[in-house]
């Protein structure tokens, strides 16, 4: 997770200067649909726990700032709460490959139903990552929920967090189904039954298989290497997402970063997209990511960061604040849209910046 966030201070910007920036274009356009800002929030469970509208108030604040947004299946909102939620929005929606291919094949036809503009599936969580050991201090994973001195008294130090919490319905994975069919399970059980789902059996050929039911944009995500960017791509995938999962799941895996521009090189080989995630915290990483070749950059702790603290208003101010950084960035580098971002915006440095960035 650190080395995703540093791995962007191994490079600097490349101004050119007085080139009339007086108009500029930040949108982007993603598989027809225009982004106003090259962002999308990322797929990420389970939003309630930090604030009661969670998804809801997530996808509105998106399409609020012209950000796209991407659904976990591991969500606390359904598919369509969060579809009628922000009717409008860019939005896509993540599946992961589960043992039973009924439940994908159902969601798959809800997605589409709920107008979906592209389905990602992730691919790179096969095995419980190194957050188990934080998920299992802070009683995430026992039912009921181990609530200790620090966990009560954390809560207790949040009184509007906790009220929020005390005051609306049990946080529920909404789409995630029980060995007795019965959809919706709660917040304790959903790591385990996650895990449970995710065979490690699943190949490529489940690519295949999903691409063969939905007729949209296929985004692979978890790609972190050039092999496996042809494998997506040779199985129908339209775009990949360079992600590490923000640290999550592999620990010791190269940052994202590094792993983009190789990938970035097939997909543009092979006409397809490529999308970022991964340590994204300021405008000009964002600037830095695309410039190395990706079409977007997906976020996730960020936002996070703004939901707890004010729901909607607090992702839109998250949005804001990039977006503002972003575009001074474009600016003061003398680029006037994100066409204008090419390898030769950025430089590797010899020797990294070193100071600590968030
Ligand atoms: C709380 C949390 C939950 C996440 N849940 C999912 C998920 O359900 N599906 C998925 O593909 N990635 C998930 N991720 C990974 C993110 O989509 C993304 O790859 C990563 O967090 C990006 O890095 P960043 O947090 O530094 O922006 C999750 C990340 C976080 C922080």
Redo the contacts with the bound molecule.
């Keep these: ?1 650190r080395a ?2 540093e791995a962007f201070l191994h490079y600097s910007l490349r101004p050119r200067l007085l080139v009339d920036v007086s108009e500029r274009d930040l949108g982007v356009s993603v598989f027809g649909q225009r982004l106003r800002t090259p962002i999308l929030l ?5 939003q309630r726990l930090v604030h009661p509208e969670g998804e809801l108030a997530a996808s509105r604040a998106a399409a609020a700032c012209g950000a796209g947004y ?1 659904l ?3 969500a606390s909102h359904t598919l369509e709460q969060v579809a009628a939620a922000a009717p409008d929005s860019v939005r896509w929606f ?1 599946v ?1 490959l589960w043992d039973t291919r009924r439940w994908t094949e159902d969601l798959v036809r809800r997605a589409r139903g709920a107008g979906y503009g592209a389905l ?1 599936v ?1 691919v790179d ?1 096969k095995a419980p990552g190194p957050r188990k050991y934080r998920d299992m201090r802070n009683g995430l994973t026992t039912i009921p929920p181990k609530v200790d001195a620090r966990s009560a008294l954390d809560a207790l130090r949040r009184p509007r967090w906790l009220l929020g919490y005390l005051l609306s319905p049990p946080i529920r994975a909404a789409h995630l189904v029980e060995d007795d069919g019965k959809v919706g399970i709660s917040l304790f059980k959903s790591p385990a039954v996650i895990q449970r789902r995710m065979g490690p059996a699943a190949t490529w050929d489940e690519v295949s298989w999903l691409r063969g039911i939905w007729d949209g944009p296929l985004v692979v ?2 790609v972190m290497s050039s092999e496996d960017a042809n494998n997506a791509f040779d199985r129908g995938a339209d775009g990949v ?1 360079c ?1 590490n ?4 799941i592999l620990d010791s895996v190269a940052p994202s970063l590094s792993a983009l521009p190789p990938i970035a090189e097939v997909a543009a080989k092979r006409g397809k997209e490529v999308f970022f ?4 915290r300021t405008g000009a990483d964002i600037v830095k990511a695309l410039a190395l070749g990706a079409r977007a950059v ?5 936002f ?1 960061w703004g939901l707890a603290v004010g729901g909607q208003a607090g992702v839109s101010e998250v949005l804001d604040i990039l977006g503002k950084e972003l575009d001074s960035t474009m600016t003061m580098l003398g680029r006037r849209c994100i066409g204008d971002l090419d390898r030769a915006s950025v430089e590797v440095m010899a020797h990294p910046f070193s100071h600590p960035k968030s």
């Excluded at 990322?42 to 389970?46: D, F, I, Q, Y």
């Excluded at 999962?245 to 999550?248: E, F, I, T």
């Excluded at 995630?277 to 994204?280: E, F, I, N, R």
């Design positions: 997770m995703n966030e990322g797929p990420s469970g389970m991407v976990s299946v591991g993540q992961y990602c992730t969580s995500k978890g997402i992600s999962h923000g640290g999550r995630d991964g340590g994204v997906l976020i996730a702790r960020p996070w």
